[in-house]
Each structure stands twice: as C-alpha cells, then as structure tokens.
C-alpha cells in the first residue's frame, strides 16, 4: 500500500471514529443530550425568539455559541441558516450579525468541503 492510501484511510478512519465518538457523547453525556434535544426543538418550532434568548444567555460566550450553531448547521443540512442569521443580526447587530454568520458558514462549508475530500474517491 501506497503512502497516498496510508493517509487516505487514515483519514476515513480518523472521520469515522470522530463520528462514532460524537454519537457516543450524544447518548452517554446527559448535558449534551439536552442540550442537542433543545437546539433541535427550536429549529423545529421555529421561534426566533426561543433562539435568540438560547443566545443570548451565554453571555461573552454567546458569538462562539452562534459560530457553532452555525457549522453544526452546515454539517446537519436540512436546519435553516437564516433563523441563525436572523438571530445573529439582531442581537449582535446587522454588521456584526453578518460578519460572524458570513465566517461561521464559510468554516462550516470548508469543514464540509475536508470531509467530502477525505471520504471521496481516492
């Protein structure tokens, strides 16, 4: 086996251990449980409000949060972006808003574009 297929399949199974670690902390951790559960009601309902006081509430961390609400978006593509954005804009401002969904979204699409290229074809 090659040097290029030593890396590729390391990659695959870097990725898969990384997926299968992520569900195993979904079902074991109870804090992360509800947390996802309750992320995933307001997206469901789709009460900004909800959203933008599950922001806010974090305080200095709240940007961080958002940042990361945005790639999970982009990893689990049927959540709407706008309710993030939406929510962004208004309590951090438009220009602000804008900025932090903009760069967010773009991590999220190069963290989508790396796990394409490692799962892809060889």
Do not use: H
């Not at 959540?79 to 401002?93: E, K, M, Q, R």
Request: charged share 10%.
């Amino acid at each position: 086996m090659n040097e290029t297929k030593k890396s590729g399949l390391a990659g695959k199974i870097a990725i898969l251990a990384a997926a299968v670690a992520c569900v195993l902390v979904y079902l074991l951790v109870p804090g992360v449980n509800s947390f996802i559960n309750k992320v995933l009601v307001m997206f469901r309902t789709g009460d900004f409000s909800a959203m933008r006081a599950f922001i806010a509430q974090y305080g200095p961390w709240a940007m961080l949060v958002s940042s990361l609400l945005m790639i999970f978006q982009s990893l689990i593509a049927p959540l709407p972006a706008f309710f993030i954005t939406l929510s962004n804009a208004n309590l951090f401002g438009w220009w602000q808003g804008c900025i932090l969904s903009f760069v967010s979204s773009m991590a999220g699409a190069a963290l989508c574009f790396y796990i394409a290229r490692i799962l892809g074809r060889d």
